[in-house]
């Protein structure tokens, strides 16, 4: 019944409404002053009940439509009843079928639709009707004056119902704006929050890259470290350096992840094509001997997206390999060609968890190879498993870097 305004909302419009009485009163209009049948002026204090009504009417146009429509009506009826002609506040109408179309409900709506065609036939009917009844000479009948009375009846509904027709129009072109307002607001509100969930699901995979990859080398150096703790002291104190790089190094990559939870606007640097040498040395520095071939260096640097996306899938790729490899050489190739990028990671398994369709490392790697348009493919082939991504190149930025064949 009463919708929920602001002060200052509600403040201007019990203002408004009491100013427009003040002004459109008989109280203050005295042209609205009837003359008694003695000849003295006074104050007709039905046209001041009715200036009220519609006054209070407006003044609760937006807090409850139905109910000023209620009293509106009630304004008119009382209006009519006591015979009075029209007056200035009776304006206060248009208002009123304004905000009802507005902001009211959909059955108010419905109401003030009807009350649109019916107000106009009252109106009508009120005033031509009953000016001509009553404005009869003796000498005329009702035949007389049947066609021009049915010519002004049509006339004054047809003004009746265009006036109070287009408020109703204005309310339902308000309400249609704030509708689409609020429509574009709430399409805000899913975008943002689907781009945040996007963020902390891409910030979890890169968690996850980060941590398994870092650990993998620190598991394998710990157990190298011990085997070889008492015969080759120096070898284990490589590993236990290497230990130490790589854990510093995960630390600080999940540090920056952490701040992109707490403020989604703080965005690092992002590993590229020239971080992957970093990442064989980590990898060899766990053990596993690596076989590389680049066919051919890339004549053009790739999108940021595709370099972040081959620097993860070769991070985890390489991770499982020294996980569930059986230790020997890894076969790393990745060929670029103008239109697409070809990464391939082969090596001899010790077990099938590397293939385990749960294991988060080949969802993490088929996502991110979908997230660029590519597509992922990982199989056994004997005792070998193989990673293949091909990842499609649509916008790239010229370098100056000879187009040469490169293999370690």
């Known amino acids: 019944m009463l919708r929920t305004l602001t002060r200052k909302q509600l403040i201007f419009d019990v203002v408004a409404a009491l100013v427009v009485w003040l002004i459109f009163s008989p109280v203050s209009l005295y042209p609205l002053v009837w003359e008694a049948g003695s000849g003295a002026t006074e104050i007709d204090w039905s046209a001041v009940t009715v200036s009220i009504l519609m006054a209070a009417a407006l003044g609760l146009r937006r807090l409850s439509p139905a109910l000023a429509l209620t009293i509106a009506w009630v304004g008119a009826i009382v209006q009519m009843l006591f015979g009075l002609p029209p007056m200035a506040i009776n304006f206060a109408i248009f208002g009123v079928l304004y905000?009802?179309?507005?902001?009211?409900?959909?059955?108010?709506?419905?109401?003030?639709?009807?009350?649109?065609?019916?107000?106009?036939?009252?109106?009508?009917?009120?005033?031509?009707?009953?000016?001509?009844?009553?404005?009869?000479?003796?000498?005329?009948?009702?035949?007389?004056?049947?066609?021009?009375?049915?010519?002004?009846?049509?006339?004054?509904?047809?003004?009746s119902a265009f006036g109070l027709g287009l408020s109703y129009t204005l309310g339902v072109l308000k309400r249609t704006r704030l509708a689409a307002i609020e429509t574009e607001r709430q399409a805000s509100v899913a975008e943002a929050l689907a781009a945040s969930e996007q963020q902390r699901t891409r910030i979890a995979r890169d968690m996850h890259d980060?941590?398994?990859?870092?650990?993998?080398?620190?598991?394998?150096?710990?157990?190298?470290?011990?085997?070889?703790?008492?015969?080759?002291?120096?070898?284990?104190?490589?590993?236990?350096?290497?230990?130490?790089?790589?854990?510093?190094?995960?630390?600080?990559?999940?540090?920056?992840?952490?701040?992109?939870?707490?403020?989604?606007?703080?965005?690092?640097?992002?590993?590229?094509?020239?971080?992957?040498?970093?990442?064989?040395?980590?990898?060899?520095?766990?053990?596993?001997?690596?076989?590389?071939?680049?066919?051919?260096t890339p004549r053009v640097e790739p999108p940021a997206s595709v370099q972040l996306a081959i620097y993860r899938i070769m991070q985890e790729a390489l991770t499982n390999a020294l996980r569930h490899g059986d230790g020997s050489v890894v076969d790393v190739s990745l060929a670029f060609d103008p239109r697409e990028i070809t990464l391939r990671v082969r090596n001899a398994a010790a077990t099938d968890d590397a293939t385990n369709p749960g294991g988060h490392g080949l969802i993490g790697m088929r996502e991110r190879a979908a997230l660029v348009g590519g597509t992922f493919e990982a199989e056994h082939r004997g005792s070998d498993f193989s990673v293949t991504v091909t990842i499609p190149v649509t916008e790239v930025v010229s370098v100056t870097e000879p187009s040469t064949q490169e293999s370690v």
Do not use: C, K
């Open 99 to 159: 905000a009802t179309a507005a902001y009211g409900s959909p059955r108010v709506r419905r109401l003030g639709l009807v009350s649109v065609f019916v107000g106009a036939t009252t109106i009508a009917g009120y005033l031509v009707v009953g000016a001509y009844v009553y404005g009869l000479e003796g000498s005329q009948t009702l035949n007389d004056v049947l066609a021009p009375l049915t010519l002004m009846v049509a006339l004054t509904w047809a003004a």
């Open 210 to 296: 980060v941590v398994a990859h870092s650990l993998a080398v620190v598991i394998a150096q710990a157990d190298g470290a011990r085997y070889a703790a008492a015969a080759h002291p120096e070898v284990a104190a490589e590993a236990l350096a290497t230990i130490g790089q790589t854990a510093r190094s995960a630390l600080a990559d999940v540090r920056l992840l952490l701040t992109q939870l707490r403020h989604s606007q703080a965005e690092g640097p992002q590993p590229t094509l020239a971080d992957l040498e970093e990442l064989y040395a980590q990898v060899r520095g766990a053990g596993v001997e690596l076989r590389i071939n680049v066919d051919p």
